[in-house]
């Protein structure tokens, strides 16, 4: 458990959910890791779990970035890995029912956010002593891949991040700075918020049954495999790695499973 000795980590949205999963196994893994969020009781929790350190921010307010930047700078160092986790699907609805505020929340909280996190990220890389270089991570979902029509919002912000973590891409690589970029897809995961949806329904088994139904494995996945797959993008065994989308949905989007 020491594959990510010595790198300093930023997760954003890291209070819940794959977020939280993820500091835990980044500081399990060697990370000194930064995390960010709204909720201060969950955040309390976790650093005093962890030791990982937590700043309040809003991924998509750019005017908060440089200070996050500056506070990882003096007390860390350096930056090594950002994940952009960070997102919302509150308020979405089809097509012709969605708000304009809706909207433009889910696209700021959703595309804005991770291409801050990104374009941040990067001068803080470049800054590092033994030269740029770093690993930028972007949670989109298997629903950037195949759309919801009744989330709008959510699947086509979803489905930018695949481009925007290519763009980035290419971007590091031509200029020589040795930064990689990766979207991951996760399918439907196991999360409190699910839980929470799972036992509010009125029939709690046959709305877990039709969550674990849509993956081929028949289950819904842990966000412990999540954060593994994390670990292995922050990791120096992906150094090859970029521009790619990996696919985190026991086989969801993979075809049809039949009728």
């Given at each position: 458990m ?7 980590a ?6 819940s ?8 196994r980044?500081?399990?893994?060697g990370?000194?890791v930064v995390f960010t969020?709204?909720?201060?009781d ?8 962890t030791?990982a350190?937590f ?6 307010d750019?005017?908060a970035w440089p200070?996050?930047m ?12 950002a994940f952009a986790?960070?997102g919302?699907?509150?308020?979405d ?8 505020a ?10 804005t956010g991770?291409?801050l996190?990104?374009k ?7 800054q590092?002593?033994?030269g740029?270089g ?7 979902s298997?629903?950037?891949i195949l759309?919801?029509p ?8 979803k ?5 925007l973590?290519?763009s ?5 690589a ?6 990689r ?18 036992g509010?329904a ?6 877990r049954?039709?969550?674990?139904r849509?993956?081929?494995?028949s289950r819904?996945?842990a966000t ?7 670990v ?17 949905d026991?086989g969801?989007?993979a075809g049809?499973?039949g009728?």
């Amino acid at each position: 458990m020491s594959r990510l000795d010595g790198k300093v980590a930023l997760i954003t949205g890291g209070t819940s959910g794959i977020g939280e999963a993820t500091v835990r196994r980044f500081v399990a893994e060697g990370a000194t890791v930064v995390f960010t969020g709204s909720n201060r009781d969950a955040a309390k929790a976790i650093a005093n779990d962890t030791g990982a350190h937590f700043e309040v921010q809003r991924v998509e307010d750019e005017n908060a970035w440089p200070e996050l930047m500056a506070e990882i700078k003096a007390r860390f160092g350096r930056l090594d890995v950002a994940f952009a986790n960070a997102g919302i699907e509150g308020g979405d609805a089809d097509i012709e029912s969605l708000s304009m505020a809706a909207w433009d929340k889910i696209v700021a909280v959703n595309m804005t956010g991770p291409m801050l996190t990104a374009k941040y990220a990067i001068s803080l890389m470049k800054q590092n002593a033994d030269g740029a270089g770093g690993s930028i991570i972007l949670n989109s979902s298997m629903n950037g891949i195949l759309a919801l029509p009744d989330n709008v919002g959510y699947s086509t912000t979803k489905g930018a991040l695949r481009l925007l973590a290519k763009s980035v891409a290419v971007h590091c690589a031509r200029h020589g700075l040795n930064i990689r970029c990766n979207s991951i897809h996760p399918g439907v995961i196991e999360t409190a918020l699910i839980q929470s949806a799972i036992g509010a329904a009125p029939d709690p088994a046959a709305a877990r049954a039709q969550l674990e139904r849509l993956s081929p494995m028949s289950r819904m996945g842990a966000t412990s495999e999540v954060a593994g797959l994390c670990v292995y993008l922050a990791s120096d065994e992906a150094a090859f790695v970029t521009g790619a989308e990996y696919v985190i949905d026991g086989g969801s989007t993979a075809g049809l499973v039949g009728v």
